[in-house]
């Protein structure tokens, strides 16, 4: 029963996530930590941090380790499969289409659509993440601010804006701060 559910539950994943993967966080979300309380919504940064540092997409990193840690190497196949499964099928359709019908106004007018929608997604999820990063997520109040948090966040964000530094060499960074300032204040 629990493989079912979890293909199922990446099959919709892998369906409704127009956009790429910071669009599919906010649907990841919903089915592992609201709908089937696999994990918490600390563990769910954490995956999606984990998610991003490993080669391929967010959303089929997310299956692969939800699966494996709901029902081990089974689990994570099958949720990965019921991840990528509406992705072979649209991308194999919409290419056809695509080809054929390129030049259609249309056919542009549709895609011209889905763009507000994806960056809704996409916002919508990073704000969640935010959200638990600066407040822990609890309430939003001057008491519950990780200033440590607020701060890499505000300088990563300011130096991947004003400058061409590798997004690479900033998270290298950032972990390195976290890590040297969070020893720091358990220290005093």
Not at 3 to 12: G, T, V
Not at 64 to 72: K, N
Not at 82 to 95: A, E, H, N, R, W
Request: charged share 5%.
């Amino acid at each position: 029963m629990i493989y079912l559910k979890l293909f199922l539950s990446f099959l919709q994943v892998g369906m409704f996530s127009i956009g790429g993967g910071y669009a599919a966080i906010p649907l990841i979300q919903n089915q592992v930590v609201n709908l089937n309380n696999w994990i918490t919504m600390t563990e769910f940064t954490d995956l999606v941090t984990i998610a991003e540092m490993t080669p391929g997409p967010i959303a089929v990193n997310s299956a692969t380790f939800v699966g494996i840690r709901i029902a081990g190497i089974p689990g994570a196949l099958i949720a990965t499969f019921g991840c990528i499964l509406p992705s072979c099928f649209i991308v194999s359709f919409l290419s056809y289409i695509y080809l054929h019908y390129r030049k259609l106004t249309t056919l542009q007018n549709v895609l011209a659509s889905l763009r507000p929608a994806v960056v809704a997604l996409i916002a919508s999820a990073g704000l969640s993440i935010l959200n638990l990063v600066i407040f822990q997520g609890n309430s939003i109040a001057l008491k519950n601010i990780n200033w440590i948090g607020a701060g890499i966040f505000l300088s990563a964000f300011i130096i991947l804006r004003k400058s061409k530094l590798n997004p690479i060499l900033v998270m290298c960074g950032c972990g390195l701060s976290g890590l040297a300032l969070n020893c720091l204040m358990q220290a005093l």
